[in-house]
């Protein structure tokens, strides 16, 4: 069975940092959540992609045991060109073309509908409000956005935030959302929406966990070769709802590791374009590294 479902792009990404340059490899907020889900789970993708999508990109993800039932063909797949300078926190974008995400309408194989884990990776919030109503009984749903869709669709994505269990957002995003330039104040004013957790990315400086009573920080990973960060969000939101539809616990405690699972994996997809590292890395090289993070954090 799938689980976690996740829905987000399915993309061609054009990217260019301070260390090289590719052109419409595979990319999109699904595709990196699903990748880092199924390190931990056997995830299930809904999504639109074009007549122009290699079929080699479909094979490899159901070769990690991805689950593609629920993407459906359309004319054009969407494709997002962006660029890093040497703050590669911050990416810009050059060019979106939405291409047939402008006329999916989200169609859910059976076998996901009683998926127990839900994630709603950056895409329009109306589409993650339809599939939220498609899902019979979930027990988490995780969102994520970005700055797109808070300039343009807020109404619709404060409604769907209300429907989730968790908001994971950056900094940025949390200070835009909330007109605030204090983080803590930001968590407690989407604490009041009625997730029981805000996750705040610092990028390459960690994370935060909010809840009702409580506060984590986990450390951001001293990585020495950046090469592209393009997904990492999605990475870490991907590999949290996995650990946690593994573990099936949704304790603070064990939301703390799911983070941290998050951190690791986003940190490795940073080490390559695209998807290059993640295709590279198992299950010893992410304990190896979740060890690490426990290190950095004693004293
Ligand atoms: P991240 O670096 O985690 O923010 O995600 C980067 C991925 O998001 C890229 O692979 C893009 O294809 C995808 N992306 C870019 N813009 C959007 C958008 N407006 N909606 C959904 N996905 C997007």
New binding site residues.
Partial sequence: MADPVII??V?L?SIETPFGKVKDVL???A??ASIAASFFSTPGIFSIIGKDFPEKYIKFLNERGIDTKGIIVGDKT?R?Q?FYEFDMNQ?K?LR?ELNSLQTYKVEVPDHYKKAKYLFLA???PELQLKVIDFIENPELIVIDT?N??IEHKKDKLLEAIKKSDVLVMNDGEARQLFKTTNLVKAANAALKLNPKAIIIKKGEHGALLFTKDKHFNAPGYPLENIKD???????SGGAFTGYLAKTGDLSEANMRKAMIYGSVIASYNAEGFSIERLKEINQEDIEQRYKEFKDIRDF
């Fill in positions: 987000g792009t993309a990404d990319g999109g907020s595709c990196y969407f997002w962006g990416a974008t979106t950056n895409i329009d970005m797109l869709w960060p393009t997904g990492c969000g999605d990475c």
